[in-house]
């Protein structure tokens, strides 16, 4: 059983918990409490009332609670990527799959529209052919993932994808500004009816891959180990891939791309709680969504009065541990 | 006495054939050594065109961003189309520059100061602050564009027909204005920027009379100047009249309509929410932009 819980994590099991706790509460408050308006502060949130009550519930509350569930869909697509493919370095970003997801999107604005279909729908199918056409790439349907193949089969499928989204600036200017929205990862004008886009995506995303945990931590003995016990590591990757898919699909449509945060997040998770993926999959979901809320309320406040994208700030958060865990890493292949 | 008639005629003749300097031209890159009688001008921003209309020159090549329906009819009534497009304000084509063989380029401080060297090889080249100036500026920038085309008596008599105008402008607006703040924003698909007191069109509006609530920022021309806005940060500016210029329809502004911080504006609640063509206002600087901005504020008070 020791061997299917994974390490342990480095760090005694009650600091991570009060450090989790700690940083969800800090980036709520501080994502809520940051604004357009100076005059509506950390006070405002525990007495709401007239102008400032109306800032909190109807501009903060869904873009905080749109931070989080990003955090949440990203670094569950990031945890399970890493857990199918067993490579550190797997991400949505990585593999192709955000850059899948908006050239999804970017098709259903630019191809007439012949059946009316909802963006998720697009931006699903997107990164579901990218995650695909990647696993494809690396070997992963014939039952063994080369970790090269799958980094590089990822950078090709992710530059094809943006070559074709960035082919489209040279359209009309209306289709141009739509489609800049998914190249950088944004959630200045968010509002409730995009929260729930994203909330409901997050929560049947959260328990699939709450049921997939075992398979998860079956496949991290090694994929022979995994057929031998009983879980087809085919299967597990085809339905780790739906699941990445949906989750990365979903927050490109409503935030655009946002890279690092499903890298380093699953990594972060690791470090404190071990390597046991029932307990990864909910922590990751939480230190996710603690990440993409203390990256809010810094791109509310970095170069305020004005914005800076929050796929910028995830990205300053994240370029160097990507380059420190790339260099000093010692199981990447 | 006949030795000197033909020193005289000869010099003359000399004067005539070799391009004598116009003098040295002060700008924001520098000094410029301008010759006379410029024939060949490329303009890289539409507020220079302005200036060159208003003394009937025509340019030979413009960026007018490859669509040549941004120069307006007011402009081309005088300047005629026979100019050639040198691409966009932003990244203007300098080889196509280059093959107009001009004789003086008119370049913008905010765009075009890092390629001044470049410019400056292809011909004599004087840097104006049209972007990010104010309309004060903008006029004055006229003067130096006058003197650099070898008008200066001519544009000098413009410039003060046009302070007439605006004057009677300002003693026609300023009694309406009285006690009120105004602000005048562009938004297209996808945010809004509003024009800060110190830019173009906030310093007209000032110069009308009209107050803005605006706090002052630091940095660049788009942190100062043209700053990009949201809801909550348009819900603390607040002004008694908001003029939207929009590019886009539906415009950002227009997926605001319904929220309750939106429709809680100062402006919104009293109905004085104004839409004019955005890029007569945001795109156009000089003084028949400033005269067609002014007849619009006009037209906007009275309602």
């Given at each position: 059983?020791?061997?299917l819980?994974?390490?342990?994590g480095?760090?005694?099991l009650k600091?991570?918990?009060?450090c989790?706790?700690?940083?969800?509460?800090c980036?709520?408050?501080?994502?809520?409490a940051t604004?357009?308006r100076?005059?509506?502060g950390?006070?405002?949130?525990?007495?709401?009332d007239?102008?400032a009550r109306t800032?909190?519930?109807?501009i903060?509350?869904?873009?905080?609670?749109?931070?989080a569930?990003?955090?949440?869909?990203?670094?569950?697509?990031?945890?399970?990527?890493?857990?199918?493919?067993?490579?550190?370095?797997?991400?949505?970003?990585?593999?192709?799959?955000n850059q899948?997801?908006?050239?999804?999107l970017?098709?259903?604005?630019v191809?007439?529209n012949?059946?009316?279909l909802?963006l998720?729908f697009?931006a699903?199918?997107?990164?579901?052919?990218?995650?695909?056409?990647?696993?494809?790439?690396?070997?992963?349907?014939?039952?063994?993932?080369?970790?090269?193949?799958?980094v590089l089969?990822?950078?090709?499928v992710?530059?094809?994808?943006?070559a074709m989204?960035?082919?489209?600036?040279?359209l009309?200017?209306?289709i141009a500004r739509?489609?800049?929205?998914?190249?950088?990862g944004?959630?200045?004008?968010i509002?409730?009816?995009?929260?729930?886009?994203l909330?409901?995506w997050?929560?049947?995303?959260?328990?699939?891959?709450?049921?997939m945990?075992?398979?998860f931590?079956?496949?991290a003995?090694?994929?022979?180990?995994?057929?031998?016990?009983g879980?087809?590591?085919?299967i597990?990757?085809?339905l780790?891939?739906?699941?990445?898919a949906?989750?990365?699909?979903?927050s490109?449509?409503v935030?655009?791309p946002?890279?690092?945060?499903?890298?380093?997040?699953p990594?972060?998770?690791k470090f404190?709680f071990?390597?046991?993926?029932?307990?990864?999959?909910p922590?990751?979901?939480?230190?996710?969504?603690?990440?993409?809320?203390?990256a809010d309320?810094?791109?509310?406040?970095?170069?305020?009065p004005?914005?800076?994208?929050i796929?910028?700030?995830?990205?300053?958060?994240?370029?160097?541990?990507?380059l420190?865990?790339?260099?000093?890493?010692?199981?990447v292949? | 006495?006949?030795?000197?008639?033909?020193a005289?005629?000869g010099?003359?003749?000399?004067?005539a054939?070799?391009?004598?300097?116009?003098?040295?031209i002060t700008?924001?890159a520098?000094?410029?050594?301008?010759?006379?009688?410029?024939?060949?001008?490329?303009?890289?921003?539409?507020?220079?065109?302005d200036?060159?209309?208003?003394?009937?020159?025509a340019?030979v090549g413009i960026?007018?961003?490859?669509?040549r329906?941004?120069?307006?009819?007011?402009?081309?009534?005088?300047i005629?189309?026979?100019?050639?497009?040198?691409?966009?304000?932003?990244?203007?084509?300098?080889?196509?520059i280059?093959?107009?063989a001009?004789?003086?380029?008119i370049?913008?401080?905010?765009?075009?100061s890092?390629a001044y060297?470049?410019?400056?090889?292809?011909?004599?080249?004087?840097?104006?602050?049209?972007?990010?100036?104010?309309?004060?500026d903008?006029?004055?920038q006229?003067?130096?564009i006058?003197?650099?085309?070898g008008?200066?008596?001519?544009m000098?008599a413009r410039?003060?027909?046009?302070?007439?105008?605006?004057?009677?402008?300002?003693?026609?607006?300023?009694?309406?204005s009285?006690?009120l703040?105004?602000?005048?924003g562009?938004?297209?698909?996808?945010?809004?920027?509003?024009?800060a007191?110190v830019?173009?069109?906030?310093?007209?509006?000032?110069?009308?009379?009209?107050?803005?609530?605006?706090?002052?920022?630091?940095?660049?021309?788009?942190?100062?100047?043209y700053?990009?806005?949201t809801?909550e940060?348009?819900?603390?500016v607040?002004?008694?009249?908001?003029?939207?210029g929009?590019?886009a329809?539906?415009?950002?502004?227009?997926?605001?309509?319904g929220?309750t911080?939106f429709?809680?504006?100062?402006a919104?609640k009293?109905?004085?929410?104004?839409?004019?063509?955005a890029?007569?206002?945001?795109?156009?600087?000089?003084m028949l932009?400033?005269?067609?901005?002014?007849?619009?504020?006009?037209?906007?008070?009275?309602?």
């Amino acid at each position: 059983m020791t061997a299917l819980r994974g390490q342990p994590g480095s760090v005694p099991l009650k600091i991570s918990i009060v450090c989790l706790t700690l940083a969800i509460a800090c980036g709520t408050l501080f994502s809520l409490a940051t604004g357009g308006r100076t005059d509506v502060g950390l006070a405002d949130i525990f007495r709401p009332d007239g102008l400032a009550r109306t800032v909190l519930f109807d501009i903060r509350m869904p873009r905080t609670c749109a931070a989080a569930l990003l955090g949440v869909n990203l670094g569950m697509a990031g945890l399970v990527l890493q857990a199918i493919t067993r490579n550190p370095l797997a991400s949505p970003a990585i593999l192709g799959i955000n850059q899948g997801a908006a050239l999804g999107l970017t098709l259903g604005v630019v191809l007439p529209n012949t059946i009316d279909l909802p963006l998720d729908f697009y931006a699903l199918t997107g990164a579901l052919t990218a995650g695909v056409v990647t696993f494809a790439i690396s070997g992963g349907f014939g039952g063994k993932i080369d970790s090269l193949r799958l980094v590089l089969g990822g950078v090709a499928v992710g530059a094809f994808s943006y070559a074709m989204v960035r082919f489209t600036y040279t359209l009309d200017d209306d289709i141009a500004r739509s489609v800049i929205r998914w190249t950088v990862g944004d959630i200045t004008d968010i509002r409730w009816s995009e929260t729930k886009r994203l909330a409901v995506w997050a929560v049947p995303g959260f328990l699939a891959s709450l049921v997939m945990a075992q398979r998860f931590n079956l496949m991290a003995l090694g994929q022979a180990s995994a057929r031998g016990l009983g879980a087809d590591p085919r299967i597990t990757l085809l339905l780790g891939t739906v699941v990445a898919a949906a989750l990365a699909g979903a927050s490109v449509t409503v935030a655009g791309p946002i890279a690092f945060a499903g890298l380093i997040v699953p990594h972060l998770a690791k470090f404190l709680f071990g390597g046991d993926h029932r307990v990864l999959v909910p922590t990751t979901a939480l230190l996710g969504a603690a990440l993409m809320l203390v990256a809010d309320g810094l791109s509310k406040t970095l170069t305020a009065p004005i914005e800076a994208p929050i796929g910028v700030v995830a990205a300053l958060m994240g370029a160097p541990w990507f380059l420190w865990h790339t260099i000093f890493a010692r199981d990447v292949s | 006495m006949k030795r000197n008639i033909f020193a005289v005629f000869g010099l003359c003749a000399a004067l005539a054939t070799t391009p004598l300097s116009a003098g040295e031209i002060t700008h924001e890159a520098g000094t410029t050594d301008v010759p006379d009688n410029v024939k060949r001008i490329v303009v890289l921003e539409f507020s220079f065109i302005d200036a060159l209309a208003s003394v009937g020159v025509a340019p030979v090549g413009i960026a007018d961003d490859n669509k040549r329906d941004r120069v307006i009819p007011a402009y081309t009534d005088i300047i005629g189309d026979e100019w050639v497009s040198v691409g966009t304000r932003k990244t203007p084509s300098l080889e196509v520059i280059a093959s107009l063989a001009p004789d003086l380029i008119i370049a913008d401080k905010t765009r075009h100061s890092a390629a001044y060297d470049t410019l400056s090889e292809i011909a004599p080249t004087i840097v104006l602050d049209s972007l990010g100036g104010d309309y004060h500026d903008s006029v004055a920038q006229m003067a130096v564009i006058g003197e650099a085309i070898g008008k200066k008596d001519e544009m000098d008599a413009r410039i003060a027909q046009h302070k007439a105008t605006m004057d009677a402008y300002v003693t026609q607006i300023t009694p309406l204005s009285e006690g009120l703040s105004a602000q005048f924003g562009v938004t297209n698909a996808t945010g809004l920027w509003l024009h800060a007191p110190v830019s173009y069109n906030g310093s007209l509006l000032e110069m009308f009379g009209f107050g803005s609530a605006m706090k002052p920022a630091e940095g660049d021309v788009y942190e100062k100047v043209y700053v990009p806005t949201t809801l909550e940060q348009l819900s603390e500016v607040n002004p008694d009249i908001l003029i939207f210029g929009a590019y886009a329809n539906p415009s950002q502004v227009d997926s605001w309509k319904g929220e309750t911080l939106f429709e809680d504006l100062t402006a919104v609640k009293s109905e004085k929410v104004y839409n004019v063509t955005a890029h007569n206002w945001s795109r156009l600087r000089g003084m028949l932009a400033a005269e067609k901005t002014a007849a619009d504020i006009v037209e906007i008070m009275k309602k």
